[in-house]
């Protein structure tokens, strides 16, 4: 193969070899066709985390190799500048478990890293969580044989980088508090580890503003104005908050069942208020015309209100009480109306 060696960002960290004698090798591979990316071409590739020694680093434009060693397995990516005709290049991320051995990568998969230990054990995983949760799917139990799962994973692999990628699947079914726990029970090497850092931060958020806790004020600008949420939250009314944005499809989707509460409920004492997430401010006002949006928003809010409440996915919606007690968060579609029902009995 042609290769041709490139180098890499600042941030790779390419070290000389003669400077990385200790550390078990390494080598990460995977091709255009393997990555799903058969129209385009690999430009550049770069590694992290930068603690990672890497020996070289190269492509030939339909394929990479990276070589280099490790000291023991790392929670990581391998990152690709890519691009095509007529396009801007991108950046790729591939994350991946960096250990001794060869990794070969494929999009083809649950977990896309095969051929070395840690990497294979988590395909392993990803299979049998699949098929727990089609056996288990819609019944009683669910939550509870799923969360056990992967409890079970993450302790015993509470020394390994492979807990991460287990801590990143629990949204569904391990609460804020729990993964906290989790977290709190890993080795220290792996609590250290950047991601799990911020994931612990994020949550230590999303514990602060879950149901039983009161909320948390932010306040926005925008043309000279500036808004709190504390300027309805609290004031004796309910407050539905809804993280939303106007290119976001799943929000509009969302959004006629807001529009249908706020309708209903309004009169009966329901403030609804929105809190366009990294949306321009004119773009906002438009989607709300477009989709019939006449409850009140904290217009230019960006990322302020769902750095608050630790927002990482839209549409979200967040319930306050008339006291300023959260009551739900996370609840979609149809349980809308039946989380307002209990606060506004017909």
Not at 70 to 99: A, C, D
Not at 103 to 128: C, Q
Not at 301 to 322: E, S
């Amino acid at each position: 193969m042609d290769y041709k060696v490139l180098f890499a960002m600042a941030s790779a960290a390419i070290l000389l070899a003669g400077s990385c004698s200790s550390g078990a090798p390494f080598t990460v591979s995977a091709s255009t066709e393997e990555l799903d990316i058969a129209a385009s071409t690999i430009d550049s590739v770069w590694v992290e985390p930068t603690t990672v020694k890497v020996l070289s680093a190269t492509t030939d434009g339909k394929s990479f190799l990276v070589k280099g060693k490790v000291e023991e397995p790392v929670y990581g990516s391998v990152n690709l500048s890519v691009s095509s005709e007529g396009k801007s290049n991108r950046t790729m991320t591939i994350p991946l478990i960096i250990e001794k051995g060869d990794v070969h990568y494929s999009v083809f998969r649950s977990w896309r890293a095969k051929d070395t230990p840690l990497n294979d054990g988590i395909n392993e995983m990803m299979l049998e969580y699949t098929d727990l949760f089609q056996k288990v799917r819609g019944t009683e139990d669910e939550t509870s044989r799923m969360a056990d799962y992967l409890e079970e994973f993450i302790s015993v692999h509470r020394d390994d980088p492979s807990s991460i990628y287990a801590l990143s699947l629990g949204d569904t079914y391990l609460g804020a508090d729990k993964k906290l726990s989790l977290i709190d029970n890993l080795t220290p090497r792996i609590q250290q580890v950047k991601e799990v850092v911020t994931m612990k931060k994020d949550l230590e958020t999303i514990a602060a503003t879950s149901p039983g806790k009161k909320f948390v004020d932010f306040a926005v600008e925008y043309d000279g104005k500036t808004t709190s949420l504390s300027d309805y939250a609290g004031k004796g009314s309910p407050v539905l908050l809804d993280f939303w944005a106007s290119w976001c499809g799943p929000c509009r989707e969302e959004t006629p069942y807001i529009v249908a509460a706020f309708k209903e409920f309004g009169p009966k004492g329901l403030t609804v208020l929105g809190i366009p997430t990294n949306d321009k401010p004119s773009d906002t006002l438009a989607a709300m015309e477009e989709l019939g949006i006449t409850y009140p928003q904290m217009m230019n809010a960006q990322m302020v209100g769902a750095g608050a409440y630790g927002v990482k996915y839209i549409p979200t919606l967040i319930l306050i009480g008339g006291d300023g007690t959260i009551l739900r968060r996370d609840f979609r579609g149809e349980e809308i109306r039946q989380a307002l029902l209990e606060l506004f009995p017909q």
